[in-house]
């Protein structure tokens, strides 16, 4: 199975900004997890990150005929507002999961709202870094899926 895990704004900056919520490991440890879970559960993964909203959305796009067979996703502050990102995720047709990893359920107001959620197929939030790998594992449970 062909995975694309997409990062949006500011989750470069793992184990720089705000530890107390986002954790003392850095973005390399969490690339460092993901490839380890990959060998372990025998699929390709790329991870793609980026602070611009549309060089997400040609990402995602992108998928729809590159090989992707899951899209795990993690929006950032894009979550609360672009419907852009909702769209994308929209048009391609396989699994989908939104991962957060704060509980944004339990943090301020405007982080309760997701935008692009519906248009995933499930959501895992506040696991930390190892919520990636839930994902990762969804998706396996999920392979053959071809849910919008």
Known sequence: MKLLIINGPNLNFLGIREKEIYG?????YLLQI??????????????????????????IQD???????GIIINPGAYTHYSYA??????????PKVEIHISDINA???F???SVTAPACDHQI?????PGYL???EWMMDHKGDKKA
Do not use: P, W
């Open 24 to 28: 003392q490991q850095n973005y390399d």
């Open 34 to 59: 993901i490839e380890e879970k990959a060998k372990e559960l025998q699929c390709q993964v790329e991870v793609f990150q980026s602070n611009h909203e549309g060089a997400l959305i040609d990402r």
């Open 63 to 69: 998928a729809y005929s590159d090989g992707t067979e």
């Open 85 to 94: 990102i909702h769209d994308a995720l929209a048009s391609v047709m396989m």
């Open 107 to 109: 943090r301020e107001e």
């Open 111 to 113: 982080r309760k709202v």
């Open 125 to 129: 939030v506040g696991k930390g870094l």
């Open 134 to 136: 839930l994902a990762m």
